[in-house]
């Protein structure tokens, strides 16, 4: 069922010294749980899930069938998270989630738009809200992407939540209301990222203030 298979090792020994051994070898360390399963520590190729995720349109949301020992052989699994080196930028851990082919899930999949909105010749600017939209489907029913077109969108035009084909088999929780993407006048998104950057400046403040408050609280308590 899932789009590519990866081979897995149970790794018995856990800790910073064994990962470091992984690491140097070409492996990393990885976890696989989910349905009820314990979890489960495991060791694979970081070359050979670089490969499934660069070959494959879906990204994390793709459907990998593990090879390995016991009830390991043949689990089918989405990645759940990944963590990357914050310098190199290399696989260092990830998470497995096993699934079932008949029990949807709930997954983040991409927004693509598509095409060039006329008000942009006119000077607007297209302003995407929204990147990607939760949806509940079957592990099958996964789409890479959900595409909308753009082209005939106007100064002042938008594209909504409603707007968006869903693929049959997947569910929505987001309000059809909702905006994924509009054409705005210049100014007009000069002025909203003034705002938003006053929201974020304001928000900083607040943190400052609540950290020299606990300041002066622990130099009374350590006077005390």
């Known amino acids: 069922m899932g789009d590519s298979s990866l081979a897995v090792e149970i790794r018995r020994e856990t800790g910073k010294g064994v990962a ?10 990885a976890v696989l749980y989910g349905h009820g399963r314990e979890a489960v520590s495991l060791s694979l190729e970081v070359s050979a899930l670089e490969f499934i995720l660069k070959k494959s349109d879906a990204g994390i949301n793709t459907l990998i069938d593990l ?4 009830d ?10 990944l963590q990357r080196h914050p310098v190199a930028g290399s696989l260092v851990h990830a998470d497995l ?21 006329a008000g942009t010749k006119l000077g607007g600017i297209m302003e995407q809200t929204m990147r990607e939209i ?14 909308v077109e753009v082209s005939a969108l106007e100064m002042g035009d938008a594209i909504h939540v409603g707007d968006l084909v869903i693929p049959d088999g997947c569910e929505k929780s987001v309000e ?22 006053e929201g974020e400046e304001a928000a900083g403040e607040g943190e400052e203030g609540k950290a020299a408050e606990g300041d002066d609280k622990s130099e009374s308590d350590s006077e005390s």
């Open 20 to 29: 470091r051994k992984l690491r140097a070898a070409g492996l990393m360390p």
């Open 67 to 70: 090879k390995g020992e016991g």
């Open 72 to 81: 390991i052989q043949g689990a089918i699994v989405l990645i759940k998270e």
């Open 97 to 117: 989630f096993a699934v079932k082919a008949d029990e949807k899930l709930t997954v983040s999949v991409p927004i693509h738009l598509e095409g060039t909105a």
């Open 134 to 147: 939760e949806l509940a489907c079957l592990p099958g029913s996964i789409p890479d992407s959900i595409s």
């Open 176 to 197: 059809d209301s909702v905006t994924v993407a509009h054409v705005v006048a210049p100014k007009l998104a000069e002025e909203e990222e003034e705002v938003v950057a």
